[in-house]
T-cell receptor
Framework: QKEVEQDPGPLSVPEGAIVSLNCTYSNSAFQYFMWYRQYSRKGPELLMYTYSSGNKEDGRFTAQVDKSSKYISLFIRDSQPSDSATYLCAMSLNAGNMLTFGGGTRLMVKP | ETGVTQTPRHLVMGMTNKKSLKCEQHLGHNAMYWYKQSAKKPLELMFVYNFKEQTENNSVPSRFSPECPNSSHLFLHLHTLQPEDSALYLC???????????FGPGTRLTVL
């Protein structure tokens, strides 16, 4: 079993849709959770960073962590074609620890 | 741009060749990383350097040899690679080990 599972997609949605991207994990000790966005022919860039359980909102993006279910989500409201990218979840035990990544979900937002 | 550059962007090499990947960061960070990204697989951490000293080697085969001459530059020397080593090799840097990492665009490596 992989430590972090992520549906590879592709996930295709129409412009303006609400997108839900998810990861499940097996190690209950993970405390820091991140979402990275990777455009084609680019490296990943940090999008959202949350600690422990709860929600964090930044513009059109909301990150949600449910530690009891070992499940994290990234919601994108009013999705735009420019959101088309691969989204990677990552997590770590503590700040300053190595990151464990999911395999990424490819998102396509159609105009 | 992220402030992390990688060259070359694309590399095709035979199994007997020797080549090197270069990474340079212009962010004043002290930690640098090499990752391997294969299709539909999670990023695999290969090496970590902190203040030029290697702190992690994630059981990487010896055909991959890293070099960090200073905090701004990182190299990955390649020799006698296998076709399964074909992947995107990403360099990253951070201020503090494992703090927010900034990634370069990667080198797409194909081993024939």
């Amino acid at each position: 079993q992989k430590e972090v599972e992520q549906d590879p997609g592709p996930l295709s949605v129409p412009e303006g849709a609400i997108v839900s991207l998810n990861c499940t994990y097996s190690n209950s000790a993970f405390q820091y959770f991140m979402w990275y966005r990777q455009y084609s022919r680019k490296g990943p860039e940090l999008l959202m960073y949350t600690y422990s359980s709860g929600n964090k909102e930044d513009g059109r993006f909301t990150a949600q962590v449910d530690k009891s279910s070992k499940y994290i989500s990234l919601f994108i409201r009013d999705s735009q074609p420019s959101d088309s990218a691969t989204y990677l979840c990552a997590m770590s035990l503590n700040a300053g620890n190595m990151l464990t990544f999911g395999g990424g979900t490819r998102l396509m937002v159609k105009p | 741009e992220t402030g992390v550059t990688q060259t070359p962007r694309h590399l095709v090499m035979g199994m007997t060749n020797k080549k090197s990947l270069k990474c340079e960061q212009h962010l004043g960070h002290n930690a640098m990383y090499w990752y391997k990204q294969s299709a539909k697989k999670p990023l695999e951490l290969m090496f970590v350097y902190n203040f030029k000293e290697q702190t992690e080697n994630n059981s990487v085969p010896s055909r991959f040899s890293p070099e960090c001459p200073n905090s701004s530059h990182l190299f990955l020397h390649l020799h006698t690679l296998q076709p399964e080593d074909s992947a995107l090799y990403l360099c990253a840097s951070s201020q503090g080990r494992y703090n927010e990492q900034f990634f370069g665009p990667g080198t797409r490596l194909t081993v024939l």
